[in-house]
């Protein structure tokens, strides 16, 4: 157990709609980032947030945003849905930004696009 | 741009046989490296790291080092369980400054698969 935890662990839904994702990280991190995981994708960042503000942003939709509560916690909003959004979205923490950091991913949320 | 190549997969061993995955990479600036497994229905889990040239990062029998000369980080383990198999993938993540702080570039992923 990682200690990240994300919610819901599936979701399925219709081209169009809007689906929100929710990360809650380890105790004590204060950085939270967002991938992305597809079969033709593979993994790639989205964005990272560290004590409340945006810190990194890498290929993440206009349609995509996201944003970290005073408690922490993540979420991410993902409208006008594509097929092509279809994925696996984890959330990952630390206990600061930087590289040497090991992040800890949460499970995944599964999203199917119907 | 940075990046990260992996070899391809997917690898399929017998238990104890010796276990290669090649790993090199591309990056502005001196990265730190990471080996991250994913077990089925699971999230990554950290395997191993190096954060600078020539450190060797270790875990569960696992091993790889980190090379500057040839850019690579190779992960090695001499005798494979069953239990190791999972996706395996290389990553790194850069120092400060742009828009590279922190976040992983990940490779492709390599699938193992050891039978008994």
């Known amino acids: 157990d990682s200690g990240v935890t994300q919610t819901p662990k599936h979701l399925i839904t219709a081209t169009g709609q809007r689906v929100t994702l929710r990360c809650s990280p380890r105790s004590g991190d204060l950085s939270v980032y967002w991938y992305q995981q597809s079969l033709d994708q593979g993994l790639q960042f989205l964005i990272q947030y560290y004590n409340g503000e945006e810190r990194a942003k890498g290929n993440i939709l206009e349609r995509f945003s996201a944003q970290q509560f005073p408690d922490l916690h993540s979420e991410l909003n993902l409208s006008s849905l594509e097929l092509g959004d279809s994925a696996l979205y984890f959330c990952?923490?630390?206990?600061?930004?930087?590289?040497?950091?090991?992040?800890?991913f949460g499970d995944g949320t599964r999203l199917s696009i119907l | 741009g940075n990046s990260v190549t992996q070899m391809e997969g997917p690898v399929t061993l017998s238990e104890e046989a010796f276990l290669t995955i090649n790993c090199t990479y591309t990056?502005?600036?001196?990265?730190?490296l990471f080996w991250y497994v994913q077990y089925p229905g699971e999230g990554l889990q950290l395997l191993l790291k190096a954060t600078k040239a020539d450190d060797k990062g270790s875990n569960k029998g696992f091993e790889a080092t980190y090379r500057k000369e040839t850019t690579s980080f190779h992960l090695e383990k001499g005798s494979v369980q069953v239990s190791d198999s999972a996706v395996y993938f290389c990553a790194l993540s850069l120092g400060a400054g742009g828009t590279s702080y922190g976040k992983l570039t990940f490779g492709q992923g390599t699938i193992l698969t050891v039978h008994p």
């Open positions: 990056a502005t600036g001196y990265p730190s």
């Open positions: 990952a923490s630390s206990v600061s930004p930087g590289p040497n950091q090991p992040q800890h």
